[in-house]
């Protein structure tokens, strides 16, 4: 069977927010198998670290866009049951927003496949199965984007006149599976991987 969703969840933090850190509370549903943390921010400078229950995630893929519309992926496998507290630290002090996603039945992850741009529709091609789940993070000048897939989470950030947006979808797997949004023809940037339920080695990296 192929990974399913479990639940999502997101930093609570207001629109406007500079961070240093984040913090927030992932509850799942069942008993995940993996976890993928979706982090967005304003700043190439501010790359972060993420923990998911005081355990050290994997840093699958970062993107950036041509206005600095910045993105990261974590992921990591096995992750403690239950409720679980998620933690970004950022080298600076960005304004940004993260979320998290728990999977059932997954044991392993694809390459990351980044992309950005200017256009009015982001989108990243990526290599998967029909044994497998696929999930991805886009950070957006702006806060117009519409999700092609299934759209998890979505949080409008930033100081006024500089608004971006972070997003988060889903889309079932196949062999070759177009993660995307529509928008205004803005800065953009955005990270799809695939969760497999092949081996349970965790495979990471950059096409």
């Known amino acids: 069977m192929p990974p399913t969703f479990d639940a999502a969840s997101e930093h609570a933090g207001g629109t406007t927010d500079s961070l240093a850190s984040m913090t927030w509370t992932h509850t799942p549903v069942g008993t ?19 923990t998911y229950g005081g355990v050290a995630m994997t840093l699958a893929g970062t993107a950036n866009g041509p206005g600095d519309q910045f993105s990261m992926l974590f992921t990591l496998l096995n992750p403690p049951a239950g409720a679980q507290t998620v933690f970004v630290d950022f080298a ?48 957006l000048e702006g806060v117009t984007g519409v999700s092609t897939q299934t ?5 409008n950030f930033g100081s006024a006149g500089s608004n971006n947006s972070g997003y988060a979808s889903t889309a079932a797997g196949a ?33």
């Open 92 to 139: 600076g002090t960005p304004w940004g927003h993260g979320m998290a996603i728990t999977y059932l039945l997954a044991r392993g992850f694809g390459a990351a496949v980044t992309a950005s741009g200017t256009s009015a529709a982001a989108s990243v091609t990526v290599p998967s199965n029909a044994n497998a789940i696929v999930a991805d993070v886009m950070c």
């Open 151 to 155: 759209l998890r989470h979505t949080k």
């Open 175 to 207: 062999a070759s599976v177009v993660m995307g949004y529509t928008h205004d023809s803005v800065g953009w940037s955005i990270i799809g991987i695939s969760i497999e339920a092949g081996s349970g080695n965790q495979v990471v990296g950059l096409f």
């Open 32 to 50: 995940p198998s993996a976890v993928t943390v979706h982090v967005t921010n304003n700043g190439t400078s501010d790359a972060a670290t993420a």
